[in-house]
Each structure stands twice: as structure tokens, then as C-alpha cells.
């Protein structure tokens, strides 16, 4: 994982078809992948065996692609602060709404799922989120206003 992880981040610097980054992902995938045939299923590794279970492989798929939205969406992070000029406090006030949403829909949600089931909540919130994602990636620029970024 840590060969995979390094070789995701340090591509943004030295490229994607650079030989250090190329390397670092297939070691990354090799050893992941010798690591899923060794496993023998009588060890802390037989969690696995829950991935077969449809729901259970659905909710951690919407809760991977949760974080990595949620990842790949805070790169605006440092263009607030180096390309806008904005303090880290003005930063962390601009990206509150993105990050206390799920205090608010959380408990929604979660009422919500009871009566109508999990998996057209997570649909939803998946879609929203993806909606969300779009709508910031086509209005952002170096001369966007945050007000512009806000639908209303």
C-alpha cells in the first residue's frame, strides 16, 4: 500500500509515465496482488470474505468513492490560500460547507434509510456528491468569486 500510495502522490510532481512512478505503482500492484493469493482466510485478513456479500461490497465501494471525492475535491485547498491570497482561517470558513454536510445529512440519511433502505440513499448521496464534484470543476478558475461557486 505504501508503494501505492507514494507512487499516486509523487506522480503529480515527477508524471505519470515517469520510470519512478511507473515503478513505485507496479510494485505497488504486484505486491498487492501476491498479498490477495498468500492470504489463507484464518487471520485478521478473512474480512476479505465479507466482499463477496453484494451489500456489504456496495457500501464500501460508496464509502471508497466517498473519500476519494472528498480527496481529489481539496485540492482547491492551496489555490484559496497561494492563488486567492486567503488566510487559512478565510480557507477553512470557504470549505466548511463541504466538510460539515455529512454532520447535518448523516442523521437524515439515517432516519431516511430505516424506511426507504440504504441503497437508494447511498445512490443518491454518491450522485449528489458526484453532481457537486462536476459543478466545481466547471466554474473553477484562478478568477472565480466563492459567491459564484454557491448555487442558488
Not at 510532481?13 to 504486484?30: H, K, N, R, S
Not at 470558513?93 to 455529512?102: D, V
Not at 442523521?107 to 431516511?112: I, S, V
Request: charged share 15%; hydrophobic share 50%; proline share 7%.
Amino acid at each position: 500500500m505504501l508503494s501505492l500510495v507514494w507512487g499516486l502522490v509523487r506522480a503529480a510532481d515527477t508524471g505519470w509515465t515517469e520510470a519512478m512512478t511507473l515503478g513505485a505503482l507496479a510494485v505497488g500492484v504486484i505486491s498487492l496482488s501476491a498479498f490477495l493469493a498468500w492470504r489463507r482466510g484464518d487471520g485478521p485478513d478473512a474480512a476479505f470474505e465479507a466482499l463477496s456479500v453484494p451489500a456489504f461490497l456496495g457500501a464500501n465501494a460508496t464509502a471508497f468513492d466517498d473519500r476519494v471525492g472528498l480527496c481529489l475535491g481539496f485540492p482547491g485547498r492551496p489555490d484559496f490560500q497561494l492563488g486567492l491570497g486567503y488566510s487559512p482561517m478565510q480557507t477553512g470558513l470557504r470549505l466548511l460547507p463541504w466538510t460539515a454536510m455529512p454532520l447535518v445529512i448523516a442523521p437524515l440519511a439515517g432516519k431516511l434509510s430505516d424506511r426507504i433502505g440504504r441503497r437508494p440513499i447511498l445512490s443518491l448521496g454518491t450522485l449528489l456528491q458526484g453532481v457537486g464534484i462536476e459543478w466545481l470543476a466547471i466554474l473553477a478558475s484562478d478568477h472565480v468569486n466563492y459567491s459564484a461557486l454557491v448555487p442558488r
